[in-house]
């Protein structure tokens, strides 16, 4: 079984699936790609996503909001109201990026540090996204104690080091469809080292459609391709990938197997 940990449903555009969430879900099914962690960017939108994939018992949810959506002044209180409905296992995605949005790193910084208190407050695990800001991500999750619920450092593309740093305050690794990319040599050169009980793999779907599916609007069937690019590279079977990852997603969010 594969578990995709970290997608957009409601960013899908469904006309390429018969205007349809099921067939999605049933793409993904038919691959043996059984659990899905839809991942929120705005709070506005949070209550849309989540009636959406009401009617899927295997879509889990997020509640945050994306460094990049910092249009509104992120309220905790707000957050946390949102954040305790019952299908949220994780407060995210937040984060810092500043290869996009270098100007709004203090409004960023801001939101992260709530989106760390609140995830303590209800003990849930962070998604974390981050470009272009390795120390300031890693001195607000010291700084704020993210440590005390660890989580998930998703799509990665940062430095050994960082991963490194971050499993130390017992986060996990996630790899999306860019491990598969033609210049994603130094990702790959991470991916290879990463303990077995620390990787998980994603697809950040919509986007970031792994090979051989460039070009394509991703999905969560996709995850699988993102698997064997990662078995390839650690020389260690599919079936490891997919026992190993699914595994370390079971025991971040305490569910059952």
């Given at each position: 079984?594969?578990?995709?940990?970290?997608?957009?449903?409601?960013?899908?555009?469904?006309?390429?699936?018969?205007?349809q969430l099921t067939h999605v879900i049933d793409n993904?099914?038919?691959?043996?790609?059984?659990?899905?962690?839809?991942?929120?960017?705005?709070?506005?939108?949070?209550?849309?996503?989540?009636?959406?994939?009401?009617?899927?018992?295997?879509?889990?949810?997020?509640?945050?909001?994306?460094?990049?959506?910092?249009?509104?002044?992120?309220?905790?209180?707000?957050?946390?109201?949102?954040?305790?409905?019952?299908?949220?296992?994780?407060?995210?995605?937040?984060?810092?990026?500043?290869?996009?949005?270098?100007?709004?790193?203090?409004?960023?910084?801001?939101?992260?540090?709530?989106?760390?208190?609140?995830?303590?407050?209800?003990?849930?695990?962070?998604?974390?996204?981050?470009?272009?800001?390795?120390?300031?991500?890693?001195?607000?999750?010291?700084?704020?104690?993210?440590?005390?619920?660890?989580?998930?450092?998703?799509?990665?593309?940062?430095?050994?080091?960082m991963a490194e740093a971050a499993i130390e305050m017992?986060?996990?690794?996630?790899?999306?469809?860019?491990?598969?990319?033609?210049?994603?040599?130094?990702?790959?050169?991470?991916?290879?080292?990463?303990?077995?009980?620390?990787?998980?793999?994603?697809?950040?779907?919509?986007?970031?459609?792994?090979?051989?599916?460039?070009?394509?609007?991703?999905?969560?069937?996709?995850?699988?391709?993102?698997?064997?690019?990662?078995?390839?590279?650690?020389?260690?079977?599919?079936?490891?990938?997919?026992?190993?990852?699914?595994?370390?997603?079971?025991?971040?969010?305490?569910?059952?197997?």
């Amino acid at each position: 079984m594969f578990i995709d940990s970290h997608c957009h449903l409601d960013r899908l555009k469904l006309e390429d699936f018969n205007n349809q969430l099921t067939h999605v879900i049933d793409n993904a099914h038919e691959v043996n790609v059984n659990t899905l962690l839809c991942v929120c960017v705005t709070l506005e939108e949070f209550p849309a996503m989540a009636e959406t994939t009401a009617a899927f018992d295997n879509v889990l949810l997020s509640c945050g909001a994306h460094p990049l959506n910092q249009d509104e002044n992120i309220q905790e209180s707000h957050l946390q109201t949102l954040a305790d409905h019952e299908r949220v296992i994780a407060i995210g995605e937040t984060g810092l990026d500043y290869f996009y949005a270098p100007e709004t790193r203090d409004v960023q910084a801001d939101s992260f540090r709530k989106h760390i208190r609140v995830a303590k407050a209800l003990k849930k695990p962070l998604i974390i996204h981050t470009r272009d800001a390795r120390e300031d991500t890693l001195t607000i999750m010291r700084e704020e104690g993210a440590e005390q619920v660890g989580g998930i450092l998703h799509c990665f593309t940062e430095s050994l080091a960082m991963a490194e740093a971050a499993i130390e305050m017992g986060f996990y690794i996630s790899f999306s469809g860019i491990v598969t990319f033609k210049n994603a040599q130094e990702l790959r050169d991470v991916a290879k080292v990463i303990p077995d009980d620390r990787i998980l793999i994603e697809t950040d779907s919509p986007y970031l459609a792994p090979v051989p599916h460039r070009g394509k609007q991703n999905q969560p069937a996709y995850v699988v391709e993102v698997a064997k690019h990662l078995a390839s590279i650690r020389g260690q079977s599919v079936e490891h990938i997919a026992k190993i990852t699914t595994a370390n997603f079971n025991r971040l969010f305490s569910l059952t197997s």
